[in-house]
């Protein structure tokens, strides 16, 4: 139960250097008229990178080389969530009128419980050790 914990708090460290870097990137790029959609995609996938690195060593403890599917799935759950966030993001921006950086932090909140439990069933287990349980 503890390691569970322990696990969870890495995660969150990781997560908040992550979304340190995204909302940067964002920030940057918006104060640069770029688009809303194309500026989302940009710096979730800068903290992307960074959240592989550094959860795959540190949070999860992955020894060796990552193996394709690991990367594949890795991917393919941040994926989900840049498809979920950028939905959100839209909702809360377009439709709903929330400012567009309170906007990104409503949908950054939304995108870490789906990268815990993704990257912790899916990404950074062996096969046998997928379950569905945080």
């Known amino acids: ?5 322990i696990s969870f708090i890495k995660f969150a460290l990781v997560g908040a ?5 995204d909302f940067i990137v964002y920030a940057l790029l918006s104060w640069c ?10 710096s979730y996938s800068a903290g992307v990178l960074n959240s ?5 060593k540190w949070t999860f403890e992955q020894k ?4 394709k599917r690991e990367l594949f799935t890795f991917i393919s759950v941040n994926l989900v969530t840049l498809i979920i966030s950028s939905f959100l993001l839209t909702i809360f921006y377009k439709w709903l009128g929330i400012s567009l ?11 870490v ?21 945080v």
């Not at 139960?1 to 914990?5: A, D, L, S």
């Not at 789906?114 to 046998?128: D, H, P, S």
């Open 1 to 5: 139960m503890i390691n569970k914990w």
């Open 33 to 42: 008229s770029v688009n809303y959609i194309f500026a989302q995609c940009i």
């Open 64 to 67: 060796g080389k990552g193996s």
């Open 113 to 133: 419980g789906i990268n815990y439990i993704g990257k912790k069933q899916f990404v950074f287990t062996k096969l046998k050790e997928r379950r569905i349980s």
């Open 17 to 21: 250097v992550n979304t340190s870097i």
């Open 101 to 111: 950086l309170i906007s990104k932090l409503l949908v950054t909140s939304v995108g």
């Open 52 to 56: 592989y690195i550094m959860n795959r």
